[in-house]
């Protein structure tokens, strides 16, 4: 079986977009640069590269509300490709991370970390309400998980 995924650490070149699907549905894009530092006969040579993310539902919006251009993050997802014609007529190809995890890198920076709740579930805060006390079934209990 063929596995497809990525994990991506790098800044984000813009503010993330937000929009919705027309059934509600959050979606937000944002891309990042990946650099890298490697010697070529003692000399230091720099490469970067590009990626597009796209982020679903609660992650996109919570990526959305959380992080700004330079922001340094962790992406884990999936290579996704799809085809599109331009204005001219020209087809062509473009490869995005459709993103299943965002985390802020914790290299250089500290993050403080917020939970929300699970939106739908019997014990699920309205949107933007905190739930901290409420139980989460993935996290084995009524205790908060740190």
């Known amino acids: 079986m063929s596995e497809n995924s990525i994990t991506l650490v790098g800044n984000l070149t813009r503010d993330p977009e937000l ?11 944002f891309g990042i640069a990946v650099g890298r530092r490697y010697q070529v006969n003692g000399e230091w ?21 959380t992080f700004t251009k330079g922001t340094r993050v962790i992406v ?5 490709q799809r085809e599109y014609t331009t204005r001219e007529g020209d087809k062509r190809t473009a490869i995005e991370v459709v993103a299943d ?17 699970r939106q739908g579930g019997e014990n699920a805060a309205p949107r933007g309400a905190s739930s901290n ?3 989460d079934p993935y996290m084995g209990g009524e205790e908060e998980p740190f």
């Not at 982020?55 to 509300?65: D, I």
């Not at 995890?101 to 709740?117: D, N």
């Open 133 to 135: 006390t409420s139980p």
């Open 76 to 80: 884990t997802g999936r290579l996704e």
């Open 101 to 117: 995890e965002i985390g802020p890198s914790l290299r250089w920076a500290t993050a403080q970390v917020e939970r929300q709740s």
């Open 19 to 29: 929009r919705f699907t027309t059934g509600g549905r959050g979606v937000a894009s």
């Open 45 to 65: 040579q720099e490469q970067t590269s590009y990626f597009n993310i796209t982020a679903w539902g609660q992650l996109g919006e919570n990526a959305a509300a």
